[in-house]
């Protein structure tokens, strides 16, 4: 009975002990960290006096009442990103993406994100969120659209670089950042590739037409391939046509030739009979007329050839004559034209310098002509300087002298001139008779006094130079007075 009691206080025992460790012993699941907090611990990788202790990945014991354990969890968490951006353009774009992340498995890592996010691990995916958006907004405004567009590989790695440190204080890590679209609601992207869509477009159509031509040489090879063949399948066809009309032509004639053969035969032999008979006939015609014309004919030739051998000889004799008279005149009128041209030689040459002799004579009559008439003209030109000159020195001396001189020589001249006017007069009627008629030449004589008084006159108005006013010089006024002269008879 004792044993019995004991037996059972001590299974008891056993139980309650099981049952407390059961309550005392956490176990830490691959995906999660167990945080045991409520006694100075010290945790290798980590500061002494954190206070609580991290336990992954295995079994611990928990002191209820004494210690507390809260679970971290270690699984993948995932974030959306919907960020509004605006690039270094200035161009607004939407940028959607995606964020894998987790707490990290080491136990800094833990502790970090143990201290931030045991009690708001809902709150995890949030605070990303901002973290990568605020980042994002940067490096998108440092870049252009066409950087995001072509290297997104890029964008990304600046992103995560750039949230790295923030995420290590977190005690987070990035498994994978995702850029899964870049929204354009200004359609920038769309114009930007419209170029290079018309530039596909246009390869597209011309790799289409080079298509559609090649495929149209194709079928018109194949079409010319067909008629070719058609061509020469109906040749074949016309060839043998040909040979079955040919073969039924040749049995068709085969009657006719067959007959025309056999009068062949008839004729050739009537053409032979006719052709024995001709000879014979033509050997008869030999030897009754041929034969004797031909002696005839002969005669007659050999005949005739001598005649024209004799008349041949003749007229060989006379040319032989005529062409030795004709050799004896040639000669004859070479010697002589020799001779003729010989004298017309030495005339010519003679002529020549006959002709050469009278040209030089003339040029050298010429020119002694010419020096004689230039020194001739010469002299005549000094002497009429000297006159002038002489005139002139006269003039400048005494001028009434030279002018009365000068009047003197044309006294005939001026009284000619004045008894002109009465040249013309058929019946003068004189009113004082004989007086009247001397009176009148009486004036006409004294014109000459008036003219060397007009003469005296000029001096008188002659510039200091030697010129009169209206610019005439003393010789030309002299010589060239010019005066109305009015005469009046008086009863």
């Known amino acids: 009975m004792v044993v019995g009691v004991v037996a059972g206080a001590v299974v008891v025992a056993v139980l309650v002990l099981i049952g407390l460790f059961k309550m005392m012993w956490r176990v830490a699941e691959p995906n999660e960290a167990l945080v045991i907090s409520g006694s100075k ?47 270094h353009q200035g161009i607004p774009l939407k940028v959607r993406g995606v964020v894998i992340f987790k707490v990290g498995d080491d136990f800094v890592s833990i502790a970090n994100a143990a201290r931030r996010f045991l009690d708001q691990q ?24 066409e950087d995001m567009i072509r290297d997104r590989e890029k964008l990304t790695g600046q ?31 769309q114009n930007l590739a419209m170029p290079h869509a018309a530039a596909v477009q246009r390869d597209a159509r011309i790799a289409q037409a080079e298509a559609n031509r090649l495929a149209t040489e194709a079928e018109q090879q194949s079409f010319a391939r067909m008629a070719e063949a058609t061509r020469d399948s109906e040749i074949l066809q016309a060839g043998y046509q040909a040979e079955r009309d040919k073969a039924a032509a040749k049995a068709r004639q085969a009657g006719p030739l067959a007959e025309a053969a056999a009068r062949q035969e008839v004729v050739v032999q009537e053409t032979r009979v006719a052709e024995l008979e001709a000879h014979r006939r033509e050997q008869q015609l030999q ?4 034969k004797p014309a031909d002696a005839k004919a002969y005669e007659k030739r050999t005949l005739a050839e001598a005649e024209r051998d004799a008349r041949i000889s003749a007229a060989q004799a006379k040319a032989k004559e005529t062409e030795l008279a004709a050799a004896a005149e040639a000669t004859r009128v070479k010697t002589a034209a020799g001779a ?16 050469r002799a009278t040209g030089e004579a003339e040029a050298a009559a010429a020119q002694a002509r010419g020096l004689a008439e230039a020194e001739a003209t010469r002299a005549q030109g000094l002497a009429e300087a000297e006159a002038i000159k002489a005139r002139a020195a006269a003039l400048a001396e005494n001028q009434e002298a030279v002018v009365a001189q000068q009047l003197a020589e044309k006294w005939p001249e001026i009284v000619q001139a004045g008894a002109s006017a009465f040249g013309n007069v058929d019946n003068m009627v004189l009113l004082n008779g004989g007086d009247g008629m001397a009176e009148l030449f009486a004036k006409a004589l004294t014109m000459g006094g008036t003219g060397l008084g007009l003469a005296r006159q000029l001096l008188a108005s002659m510039n200091p ?23 009046e008879l008086e009863d």
């Open 287 to 290: 030897a009754d007329v041929r």
């Open 340 to 355: 003729e041209a010989e004298a017309t030689e030495a005339r010519g040459t003679a002529t020549a310098a006959a002709t």
């Open 41 to 87: 611990h010290r945790t290798e990788g980590l500061e002494e006096g954190m206070g609580f202790r991290i336990v992954t990945g295995r079994g611990t014991l928990v002191l209820p009442g004494v210690q507390a354990v809260r679970k971290m969890s270690l699984d993948l968490n995932e974030t959306e990103l919907h960020v509004d951006c605006v690039t």
């Open 159 to 189: 992103t995560r670089a750039a949230c790295g440190t923030e995420m290590e204080k977190l005690g987070l890590i990035v498994d994978s950042l995702q850029i899964h679209e870049i929204e354009d609601p200004t359609g920038y992207i």
């Open 122 to 145: 809902r709150l995890m995916s949030e605070r990303v969120h901002n973290v990568f958006a605020g980042h994002l907004r940067s490096i998108v405004g440092g870049l252009t659209v």
């Open 465 to 487: 130079n030697g010129q009169a006013a209206n610019g005439t010089s003393p010789e030309v006024a002299a010589t060239h007075p010019q005066q109305k002269v009015t005469v």
